[in-house]
T-cell receptor, first 112, second 114 residues
């Protein structure tokens, strides 16, 4: 059964304090791994897609990396506006076209 | 601007009532999806559709129904058979190609049962 586990559940950082969020996954052949940002009361905002181990993608202070078992979202010198819940999702070859498996998310708080 | 719209933003339902949530997209995407989000849980797929007049059940379809009469629209009806409908409902869409394509989400509808 495809599964996604995100850690930690919550992370509190001081402004400028770099850190990483983890997404561990079990899937029968990976089609894609997705990172989203979700602000309270809003829909998830797409950040990155990673397709194969070793792949990396960057956007401003965020960098996503992928191995065969996990993905990391590295946040460099975060700012208070980076506070949000970050969601990880996977789509495996064993699943249907529509079936993304989501983790429960990591709630990031960045204090000034 | 291209995007996905959902309405209403907030919806209140009495016990035994059916309610319909609207989802419209102008991204020319072929596929559309409905998810449910509960506190402390990941998003769960209710229904999805890859083409007009066709749709498939997701993991938690019981108590819900959908239609896909137009490419742009994918309304979700929460029926009285859904025992615990209070949740945040998210609509998404994607293109369909030879490789997997990203899903883009609307702003959501928060449904509360009174």
């Amino acid at each position: 059964e495809d599964q996604v586990t995100q850690s930690p559940e919550a992370l509190r950082l001081q402004e400028g304090e770099s850190s990483s969020l983890n997404c561990s996954y079990t899937v029968s052949g990976l089609r894609g791994l997705f990172w989203y940002r979700q602000d309270p009361g809003k829909g998830p905002e797409f950040l990155f897609t990673l397709y194969s181990a070793g792949e990396e993608k960057e956007k401003e202070r965020l960098k996503a990396t992928l191995t065969k078992k996990e993905s990391f979202l590295h946040i460099t010198a975060p700012k208070p506006e980076d506070s949000a819940t970050y969601l990880c999702a996977v789509h495996g070859y064993g699943g249907s076209q529509g079936n993304l498996i989501f983790g429960k998310g990591t709630k990031l708080s960045v204090k000034p | 601007d291209g995007g996905i719209t959902q309405s209403p933003k907030y919806l209140f339902r009495k016990e035994g009532q059916n309610v319909t949530l609207s989802c419209e997209q102008n991204l020319n995407h072929d596929a559309m999806y409905w998810y449910r989000q509960d506190p402390g849980q990941g998003l769960r797929l209710i229904y999805y559709s890859q083409i007009v007049n066709d749709f498939q059940k997701g993991d938690i379809a019981e108590g819900y129904s959908v239609s896909r009469e137009k490419k742009e629209s994918f309304p979700l009806t929460v029926t009285s058979a859904q025992k615990n409908p209070t949740a945040f409902y998210l609509c998404a869409s994607s293109i369909i190609g030879t490789s997997y394509n990203e899903q883009f989400f609307g702003p959501g509808t928060r449904l509360t049962v009174l």
